[in-house]
């Protein structure tokens, strides 16, 4: 029997990487967390230049990008619960994700933070570029339907919550294209 994928998106910095180790030690069945920070900030998957930055990402990134999608139906197909964060950038990004998971358990969350707290969280850590949270902020929610929305500045506990019951509660439909 095919897995499930509950997909976290929203902005850089919005705190979705910490809602899916949380949610992957809370969720009552045994969920995987998968995202594509393992590819991008693990100096051991991509190529990189003497300074630590990646080499060659304007040509690996469509790959990369594509791999990591069709990455998720297999992991499903095989029986995986899947919790995911992802930054679905632009509306073409969102068709190629709901192309290749077409058919399968989808819950979508959306993780919305306010610019001035994804700013002060971008500043506080190292691994970002600055400026890309406000350029996120402003798109990544503008294309994608939700099963459910949550609120960054919201206690941790009270988010993960939020989501295993509503996602327990939810009438299950397969993702479709449209």
């Not at 919005?14 to 920070?37: E, I, M, Q, V, W």
């Not at 850590?125 to 503008?142: L, N, S, Y």
């Not at 009270?158 to 509660?169: A, D, G, L, P, S």
Request: glycine share 6%; with cysteine; hydrophobic share 40%.
């Amino acid at each position: 029997m095919p897995g499930s994928l509950i997909l976290v998106n929203g902005a850089s910095s919005a705190g979705k990487t910490t809602l899916c180790r949380a949610l992957r030690d809370a969720l009552p069945r045994p969920f995987l967390h998968f995202s594509l920070d393992f590819f991008m900030f693990d100096a051991n998957v991509l190529p990189r230049t003497p300074e630590g930055r990646i080499r060659d990402w304007q040509q690996l990134r469509p790959r990369v990008f594509e791999g990591f999608n069709r990455c998720l139906p297999a992991l499903l197909d095989a029986g995986n619960n899947l919790v995911v964060d992802y930054i679905i950038e632009t509306p073409a990004m969102w068709a190629e994700f709901r192309h290749f998971l077409s058919g399968h358990d989808v819950f979508l969350v959306g993780v919305h933070c306010p610019i001035e707290e994804l700013e002060r969280r971008e500043q506080a850590r190292a691994d970002r570029r600055i400026g890309d949270a406000r350029r996120d902020a402003e798109t990544v929610h503008t294309f994608t339907p939700y099963d459910l929305e949550l609120d960054c500045t919201e206690p941790l506990a009270e988010n993960v919550q939020k989501v295993i019951q509503t996602w327990e509660t939810r009438i299950m439909h397969p993702f479709d294209m449209t």
